[in-house]
């Protein structure tokens, strides 16, 4: 099997056309439903168990939920034209301190759903030119334009949903 390579060591290319922006948001629109289909039928245990300390299935969904205050600074900071975007907590104290492996999954799904409910309501009211909007992504140091970031957010759901069903084979060895 392919190792996923770790999200810090991801690079960017930031040349997504404008025109595919709705296509991005079908991705982001959607994950709330693939996190679902994915855990459909485990037990909570399961789910919640953290193998050699990493993280759960759980924690890596919940986590998911964990960044939508980010990400809803990050929109508005791009339609407000900041310069730089508010760096996200690269030590995810957030979901350590949220003991999601411990939470029914139903409640972190219907808070998954919420959330991406209320950002993709914003997104789907944008112009062309609030897409095209540009800030600097203060990790990256590289300016980035609203499509961009959300394709990053698109790539960090799909990272995670992929770390969640590695979580899952872990706890069913």
Sequence with gaps: ???LI????RTWT????????PAVVERVRGTP??????????????LG???DGAWSAKDHIGHLDDLHDLDDRRLTEFLDGARTLTAADMTNRRTHDANHADMPIAVIL??????RAELV???DALT???????????????PMRLVDWLQFVAEHDDHHLVRAREALRAARL
């Design 49 to 51: 168990a953290r193998v």
């Design 128 to 142: 062309e030119a609030d897409v095209a909007a540009t800030a600097m992504h203060p990790r990256l140091q590289r």
């Design 110 to 115: 219907a808070r998954l759903v919420a959330h």
């Design 1 to 3: 099997m392919i190792r």
């Design 14 to 21: 930031f040349d997504l056309p404008v025109g595919a922006f």
């Design 6 to 9: 770790d999200w810090t060591a």
């Design 121 to 123: 309501a914003r997104l």
């Design 33 to 46: 439903a693939r996190a679902a289909a994915l855990v459909d039928g485990v037990p909570e245990h399961a």
